[in-house]
């Protein structure tokens, strides 16, 4: 079931439909019974392309989660294993192997997602079993699609491996995965970018193209490509998201299109069994447009998802009043037939309902309210040059250290900088509190561009506020007029420069784009004669944006706003390495010493 | 017209034709007399071997490959061991099998590829009949050894021997046996005197053929067709046996009353013929036999050999090439005497019409009146395929079109493609070429092994036209030859580099999917290492550039180029290979002078390599680097003597790398893990480890006090968060007492509302009322309220006279009973207002 991927003005589920096709094919090359040993980081974004009813279809009987030692028994003619490139896990495989029960020897399999990678074989030929496998392949699998508008990599750690260990080979994928993308969906004619990693994804495309070359011909989908580097907007992901989605993953956290709540608030669902004891286990549900309710409100900001809600209810409970006016024989069967939707709706709008409320309790407490004050007045350049005392009373209390690294590094990006002595300060404070191995975490927020010492430069963040309108007084959270609504008056700046390439173009923003890191670029791609696009009169223009190193829910949310806005003239679709939070992208970046492996 | 059937000679219901191919090119003083010679099928080269005999010690016998037409190929004397057998592979190499089981690959023009073996069993008992066979896997060697055992490989690409099993009674070189394949295997069907057993992988099972004529005694021949669908064999008697394969069918039986075991017998079955028919070759003697008694006789001037096709039997002779076949459907319903069939009506009346004659309309109306014009169409068309000589083909291809011309909506497909085809066999068939393929056989063979075939015969032009006249796909097509081209052109040695380089370049330009990597691999595996390079410059392809310039030696290269590609994992691939090869510091110096690379291999380090990472660091002087390593190195060090060490190394790295903040906080962390583990040794808490805030809060939580404030000032923390910190470890241990001394101890820096909150939070109202009178105004109320005191909120709010105050004190009443209180707020909030 894929019905989310359908509804976007770009069909995903070819993509979806491409990658199942190359995941049966490899499955029957390993013909008979089979059991799949499965890298654990794998399975979540497996679970967007294939569920288990497809493996079974395959012959896959068992499935395993990668571990050292022997392989659990079981009686299947082959072993599958589903890993990433990665050397740790080549020596895991290795010693899978070498365990093996010589006397009912199995076929053993290596499925590389994303890549094949002559390291990892090399590395399985020194441990000397690269020959125990009947096939070593590759399952490309670089842009996932997750819903109707959206593609993600579900690459974790590629904003710290781009911008703090200089490994580029999540980047590499990228290109790869557009180059996919464009043999299904045709070339794109223009490339716009804005920051170092886009540039070299731009490079990496436009080199790919000419090893390429013979491709079948496809009328281009896409007009437009825009690629955009996170570091160019470092601040975005540090502002706690204000849409219903947003905020869901704020508290929650949303993994690969699911999220697990608390189960108290969804106990009571069926009446009469009250007695029955509450459930323990999360909630765990799926969040995708695919739900008739959820796509209507996901974006909205959340003050206004109320209204919405009750808005909702009112219309499902007069569907039901209706039974009261079927009269006649037709007329109850009509209704009848349209029960199971009304269910499936009320059940929906329970559901985010506790939701809501779960949220509410969060977002009505005092503590969030004054973060978010703090952070809107670092947002609006308040006193942004001194230390926070918000920030000290959050230290002293020994607030989650991730919540005091986010309200740091936005008061250094929205400063263009902190002061030395105001750094150093912030600095000790979190050693002493937090622990000095901390000291290895700010310097790669340091190294990332998050915090740093203000140069002799004039702080230029109100420059760029300005010129990008970033900050909007009067942000109307009920009936959105601006991008702003998303974080209730901040709009966001990756999605100000989209916004300003489609109207009126990036030329009126020259200025700020030299101040804002990285090169920006324009690249034009020769598309056959027969294939330009004739464009209706009306018809918008679409364009995929790419956030190399993350882009957040509200920023998503913010982009369908201006696909929906009435004059807009673009439609957009998202693409990523992977969807990101404050929280879990600060995560990312932290370096945690007493673990063996980062 | 007449002729055509002139070679024609009946046979039951059909008609058998002889058509001379080529007069051969050939100068052969002795025929084919005492040569061993294999010529391959689809038209392909003949091989020869001359001189076997040896007449003196020092003359050595003489290979001589020719084409189809007899134009030279390649000549050279043998100097290897006795061949026994010659036979051609699916891709035109040239297979020498030797009496000790070695086979020797040769390539169209004489040149060594390589050889292989055929088992030590073989070379122990030595060969003493080969048969070289092609089936669906690709071409294979059978042997029968001396030890009368056969040994058999299915794909000699693919070498994998296997021996069959034995055959009871089998008794020298009297036997006679075929190769054929049957349910995906291939097995030897062997006959022994009159018996005939199958040998397949596990058993040897006796199999008679149904109706054989009792007046055999032995089995003298044995063939099995193109196909491999059916079998002929010849007895003793004379006796022509005709069945299917499997022995289940037998299809006819013919007496050819010659009791003389024949030279030679080949399957004569086209698809689609209407009687099953053999070829027996005797000294002189041809004999074609079918379903009748009688047989059709050829006399033979001189030595010839058999060529089984598809879809009939080539003869060659010292001086002759001719195609001896069952005339095709088409060409007999045309051709035959009085024939009436549409085909020949159209013909007539095309010949009629040309010689501008009123009887050509009365032919076509006849053909119309029977609507059969379209049939009429598509024999002629059909027929112009299987003839050979173009005017033939001409004529039957006009009458064709003329019959076209009065048809509608006739799809022109059929007509189109067998031109283009004619065009592309009459070029092939020329002597020049000397590819004789029948249009049926093209239509098996398929265009692309045609193209193969002009390749390995360096006819790259020709490939290339006629690439383009049938508008094959680039890359299939003309690319492919290109590169072959280009691989040829880069083997020969008396050009330069760049005058090469220049040529392939400027040839390959255009063409898609050209893979230069190939090209250059040939370059280099012919010793031309600079040439490989500058071809490779044009490879699009990094990861194909990079392996060859590996093995190339050229690194620094490879480098640059993995890393152009952004393909990671390629350069990964080329930096172990340089660790491998280099020593350290050359090592180093290069991934020096490669940030990409540098980088990448850190990564790798830092997963895999700790000490390399360090000495990485040390090389680049890199002090911060260096400094972080020995932090995250010391977080792993159980022992805190080693743990101080590492942390003193680090400060020393930070120290250099002029960062003073960080060796400071470094020094302050070995100065508290030093505090920590005196007061563990004297108190016994367990403190090692814990960050300052923790430890003071812990110190806090068991009374020692004194030891807290000494961290304190030590650590310089600031006064507030220690105030918050104290207060909440007190509350914590609800040591009242001490709070309230606290409180006294000088002004809170951080007010006293916190002090209120956390007795609240402890549920303590009486200890928090304390502090209230403390609390500055602007925090009054919310202290008041806190404490739950709405009556003393509402004063200090109605005080204060703050609207906002007054409406959170408000909304705490409850209008039972805090009814007069909440007037008195509610004019007071009037009055606020009102200012």
Known sequence: ?598 | MAFVTANWNPLGEAFYRKIELYEMGWNLKDGLRECLVAAAPYGGPIALLKGRIRRSPSARPQLEIYSSSGLPLASFPWKSGVVKQLGWTVTDDLLCVQEDGTVLVYDLFGGFKRHFSMGNEVSQSQVLDTKIFHSPYGTGVAILTGALRFTLATNIDDIKLRRLPEVPGLQGASSCWAVLTQDRQCKVLVANESQLFILDNTACTPVTPPGLSPEASSIVHICVSFSYKYLALITDSGHVWMGTSNLKEKLSEVDTKIKTPPKQMAWCRRPKSQQPSAVVMWDGLLLVVGESKETIKYHLDDESILVPELDGVRIISGTHHELLQEVPGACEEIFKIASMAPGALLLEAHKEYEKESQKADEYLREIKEQSLLSEAVRQCVEAAGHEHEPETQKTLLRAASFGKCFLSNFPPEQFVSMCRDLRVLNAVRDYTVGIPLTHTQFKQMTLQVLIDRLVYRKLYPLAIEVCRYLKTPEYLGVSRVLKHWACFKVQQKEESDEVIAKAVSVKLADAAGISYSEIATKAYESGRTELAIKLLEFEPRSGEQVPLLLKMKKSPLALSKAIESGDTDLVYTVVMYLKNELNRGDFFMMLRNQPVALSLYRQFCKHQEQDTLKDLFNQDDDHEELGNFYVKASYKEKRLEARIALLQSAVDEYYKAKNEFSAKATEDEMRLLRFQRKLEEEKGEPLVGFPLHETMTMLLSVGLHKHAEQLYKDFRVPDKRFWWLKLKALAEKEDWEELEKFAKSKKSPIGYLPFVEVCIKRHNKFEAKKYVSKVTPEQKVKAHLAVGDVEGAAEAAIERRSESEISTVLSRCSSTTDHLLMERLNRAKATAAKK
């Open chain 1, 1 to 598: 079931m894929a019905s989310h991927l359908f509804c976007g003005r770009v069909n995903l589920n070819i993509l979806r439909e491409a990658a199942r096709k190359d995941l049966r094919e490899f499955l029957d090359k390993c013909s008979g019974s089979k059991a799949i040993v499965w890298d654990e980081y794998l399975t979540g974004p497996f679970g967007l392309i294939a569920q288990y009813s497809l493996l079974k279809e395959h012959e896959v009987e068992k499935m395993f989660t990668l571990k050292g030692g022997r392989i659990p028994s079981a009686a299947v003619k082959n072993i599958v294993f589903f890993v990433r490139p990665r050397l740790e896990l080549m020596d895991i495989i290795a010693e899978n192997v070498a365990s093996e029960d010589k006397l009912q020897p199995r076929d053993f399999h290596i499925l590389f997602v994303p890549r094949r990678s002559l390291l990892c074989e090399q590395r399985l030929k020194e441990k000397g079993v690269l020959h125990s496998f009947t096939n070593i392949d590759e399952y490309i699998l670089d842009l996932i699609p997750y819903d109707g508008d959206l593609l993600s990599m579900e690459s974790e750690s590629s904003f710290r491996e781009c911008y703090l260990e200089n490994d580029q080979t999540s980047l590499y994928h990228a290109a790869k995965g557009l180059m996919t993308l464009q043999a299904l969906y045709g070339t794109i004619p223009q490339i716009f970018g804005k920051g170092e990693c886009a540039r070299h994804v731009a490079n990496m495309m436009l080199r790919m193209k000419r090893e390429f070359a013979g491709h079948a011909q496809i009328l281009p989908v896409f007009d437009t490509l825009l690629l955009l580097d996170r570091n160019v907007d470092l601040l975005t992901p540090l502002a706690t998201q204000l849409t219903y989605e947003g905020l869901i993953d704020e508290i929650y956290g949303i993994t690969n299109g699911y999220v697990k709540l608390p189960p108290e608030k969804f106990a009571q669902k069926k009446q009469g069994e009250g007695g029955k004891d509450l459930p323990t286990e999360p909630k765990k549900l799926q969040l995708n447009s695919a739900e008739e309710l959820y796509a209507e409100i996901r974006d909205k900001n959340f003050n206004a998802v109320g209204a919405a809600l009750s808005k909702k209810a009112k219309i499902i409970s007069a569907a039901f009043e209706e039974r009261h006016n079927a009269k006649t024989v037709g007329e109850i069967k009509q209704f009848v037939s349209q029960l199971p939707h009304m269910q499936a709706a009320r059940s929906s709008l329970a559901n985010h309902t506790s939701i809501a409320e779960l949220v509410k309790d969060i977002t009505i407490s005092e503590a969030f309210f004054e973060s978010l004050t703090v952070e809107q007045e670092f947002m609006t350049g308040v006193d942004t040059d001194k230390v926070s005392t918000y920030i000290e009373d959050c230290i002293a209390q020994k607030d989650p250290l991730i919540k005091i690294l986010r309200l740091v590094c936005m008061q250094s990006v929205c400063n263009n900088g902190l002061k030395q002595k105001v750094l150093d300060y912030y600095k000790k404070e979190i050693l002493q509190t937090y622990g000095y191995e901390h000291i290895l975490t700010l310097k790669n927020m340091e190294k990332v561009g998050l915090l740093k010492p203000q140069s002799t430069m004039r702080n230029n963040y109100p420059t760029i506020r300005k010129t990008l309108k970033l900050w909007m007084e009067d942000a109307n959270e009920q009936n959105p007029n601006d991008i702003s609504y998303v974080y209730s008056g901040y709009a966001p700046l990756s999605v100000r420069l989209t916004q300003v390439l489609a109207r009126p173009g990036w030329r009126s923003i020259e200025e700020v784009l030299k101040i804002l890191p990285g090169p920006h670029f324009e690249e034009r791609q020769q598309v056959p004669t027969g294939l330009h696009k004739k464009r209706q009169p009306g018809e918008n223009r679409t364009t995929l944006v790419f956030f190399l190193g993350g882009v957040t829910y509200a920023e998503i949310a913010a982009l369908r706003f201006l696909s929906n806005m009435e004059d807009s003239g673009t439609e957009y679709i998202i693409a990523t390495t992977k969807l990101i939070n404050g929280t879990s992208w600060i995560k990312s970046l932290m370096d945690h010493p007493e673990e063996n492996s980062p």
